[in-house]
Nanobody, 127 residues
Framework: QVQLVESGGGLVQAGGSLRLSCAVS????????MGWFRQSPGKEREFVAG????????YYADSVKGRFTISRDNAKNTVFLQMNSLKPEDTAVYYC????????????????????WGQGTQVTVSS
């Protein structure tokens, strides 16, 4: 029912920036927390950043804190991830996802707490 489509990935040199977008359609958007995850070959999918349904609160993995910024535009049903000071270890497929339940009081940080996922967008950071 809900469809998420990521865009904005690409190849960038270390220290560079990228801005990812996630367009959501087919269901309610504004009442759900949203998150960004990433996965590299041979590794588990890991939480990167999350944003509350109102956009008031955000949470970041320690590995990206201070470098990445998550935001949302509920009027456009879109979530963004601004990535600055990129490092080679940031190389991964990045996914956006919607939480299973609306009106959460805390931002979910595990994959099991999200039900709809995008197909992912590749981010490659060269050294």
């Amino acid at each position: 029912q809900v469809q998420l489509v990521e865009s904005g990935g690409g190849l960038v040199q270390a220290g560079g920036s990228l801005r990812l977008s996630c367009a959501v359609s087919g269901g309610t958007f504004s009442s759900f927390d949203m998150g960004w995850f990433r996965q590299s070959p041979g590794k588990e999918r890991e939480f990167v950043a999350g944003i509350s349904w109102k956009g008031t609160y955000t949470y970041y993995a320690d590995s990206v804190k201070g470098r990445f910024t998550i935001s949302r535009d509920n009027a456009k049903n879109t979530v963004f991830l601004q990535m600055n000071s990129l490092k080679p270890e940031d190389t991964a497929v990045y996914y956006c996802a919607r939480t299973r339940a609306p009106y959460r009081t805390m931002i979910p940080r595990t994959t099991s707490e999200y039900d709809y996922w995008g197909q992912g967008t590749q981010v490659t950071v060269s050294s």
